[in-house]
């Protein structure tokens, strides 16, 4: 399902598994949402803000390597199906495979004209 958003990636509610080492040892969680640029992932315990990890994203397709930074976190909040307990983060690094997967990934969701465009911009980058 697509909502409308004000984003630059708008995000297809996709739910792929996550996993990350971090300092106080395996984290799992899994996509709320996902973009190439970013994703929400539900977490028991979300890091704090500004934090930055290395993370596996279980895509259907192949696993996805990306470093992220934590952009926002509900730690402390509720965690039900309007605000979940979780941690929204952008890419800081990712190959343009994975961003090009994400891509096509939307466009099967019918995010639309912005994912396209960004998968585009790939393509001529890559080529």
Request: hydrophobic share 40%.
């Amino acid at each position: 399902m697509i909502r409308k958003q004000a984003r630059i990636c708008p995000r297809a509610e996709l739910k792929w598994p996550v996993s990350a080492q971090i300092s106080g040892g395996l984290m799992h969680g899994e996509t709320k949402d996902i973009s190439p640029a970013g994703a929400f992932i539900r977490c028991r315990k979300p890091l704090k803000l500004h934090e930055v990890f290395d993370m596996v994203i279980n895509a259907p397709e192949k696993p996805l390597n990306v470093k992220a930074e934590v952009i926002w976190s509900n730690i402390y909040g509720y965690d039900d199906e309007i605000t979940p307990r979780g941690m929204g983060v952008r890419f800081v690094t990712i190959s343009d495979e994975d961003q090009k997967l994400i891509a096509q990934e939307l466009n099967q969701y019918d995010v639309g004209k912005v994912a396209c465009e960004f998968l585009d911009t790939l393509e001529t980058e890559l080529a």
